[in-house]
């Protein structure tokens, strides 16, 4: 994690929710926790009592929750911290759950953190490492709703159903869209409870979303965030009522919520976006719009059987040998109906052009038969 947030945890963690109130950056770092592998060691609905930090370190085989190849050290250090703090160091945790389903092409993980007697934050997961959570992130630009949607709704009504008091959802990138779909669809009597949802970059729902009758309820506690160049947190949303946070590195790598800058106990926020991101994820939007389902599924179908052809079992096998992985989604590709390469080809081609030049219309194809993108 960058230094600031580490200093963050140092500088504030003396100072209980009583003396400062919980706020937008401590939504990010429990955001970041349920990265963290809790799996076999927080039990999930009726499988056990809620669980201190010290139970944790207490259990057989706890430091797998570090066990990310990438991010492990830091969620290390952020452990500790938080563990050893006033501020989060008598927060519990419980209700984890974890579903990988490759015949479903679904990746989905949450848990539940206890703020407090009468307090709880409600985390969603974004997309890991493994290589079917990208799948359905595709999916999410040709279907009104993917699996793992109706299991954050399922787990929100679990919670609910489980504690009393206030309730507080939230996730990063997928796991923000999640939080905001979850709690737009669960009863009135548990909308009531919700205080506040956090979305960190996550990406939008269908068109008409923003008008549901369970959106417009829990709108007014809806947060809304993204760093100065989001590119993913724009997509699939007409929804324009969202913060600016400022970021370290440029690009899609200010989507790792490591890369946002704090000052003092708050985000930097920024008035807007960048022009050229603002410019180029609003091409980026229109053209997927613009494809004819048929054409998006097609692309996501190709692209996932390409990526699967590598045998590469996550993201981080893909990245560490890029080499011999690209020669064996060249071999598969050749191997493809002809038809099937042109019109991928051509999509693809269509959809660097739209993010290079930032003229979606130009660069996308015609709606064939009357179909059109009705996300």
């Keep these: 994690m960058k230094n600031n947030l580490m200093k963050y945890l140092r500088e504030y963690g003396d100072r209980s929710f009583r003396e400062m109130p919980f706020s937008e950056v401590d939504a990010l770092v429990l955001a970041l926790l349920v990265y963290m592998k809790f799996d076999g060691v927080v039990p999930g609905f009726n499988r056990g009592a809620s669980m201190s930090w010290e139970d944790i370190k207490r259990k057989a085989g706890w430091e797998h929750l570090f066990s990310d190849p990438v991010y492990g050290s830091s969620y290390r250090e952020a452990f500790s911290l938080i563990a050893g703090s006033r501020r989060f160091g008598r927060i519990r ?8 389903d490759e015949e479903r092409e679904a990746q989905f993980a949450a848990i539940t953190f206890f703020l407090g007697k009468s307090s709880v934050f409600v985390a969603f997961r974004g997309t890991d490492e493994h290589l079917v959570g990208w799948k359905e992130d595709f999916n999410m630009s040709y279907m009104r ?80 965030i993204v760093p ?9 949303s007409r929804y324009r009522d969202y913060r600016v946070v400022a970021g370290y590195k ?88 002809k038809e099937r390469r042109q019109q991928f080809w051509k999509i693809l081609h269509g959809m660097c052009r739209a993010v290079s030049s930032g003229k979606a219309r130009q660069s996308a194809g015609r709606k064939g038969n009357g179909e059109i993108n009705k996300r």
Aim: charged content about 25%; glycine content about 8%.
């Design 228 to 236: 100065e160049q989001s590119v993913f947190g724009m997509m699939f």
């Design 93 to 100: 945790v419980n209700y984890f759950v974890e579903w990988i």
């Design 250 to 337: 440029g690009g899609f790598v200010q989507h790792d919520l490591m890369q946002w800058k704090i000052r003092g106990s708050r985000f930097w926020y920024k008035k807007q976006l960048r022009k050229k991101s603002s410019r180029r994820s609003k091409s980026l939007d229109e053209w997927i719009r613009s494809l004819p389902t048929g054409q998006v599924a097609l692309f996501v179908d190709t692209l996932y059987e390409l990526i699967r052809s590598t045998r590469a079992r996550n993201v981080y096998e893909l990245l560490q040998r890029p080499i011999v992985l690209a020669r064996a989604v060249i071999k598969k590709f050749r191997e493809m109906e």
């Design 145 to 224: 709703l993917v699996p793992s949607q109706k299991r954050a709704l399922d787990y929100v009504k679990g919670v609910a159903r489980y504690t009393s008091g206030r309730m507080i959802v939230g996730g990063h990138s997928k796991g923000g869209n999640l939080a905001v779909y979850s709690a737009s669809f669960v009863p009135e009597a548990v909308q009531e409870r919700i205080r506040r949802v956090y979305s960190f970059d996550g990406p939008g729902l269908w068109r008409h979303f923003y008008e549901t009758p369970g959106f417009l309820r829990i709108r007014d506690r809806y947060c809304k």
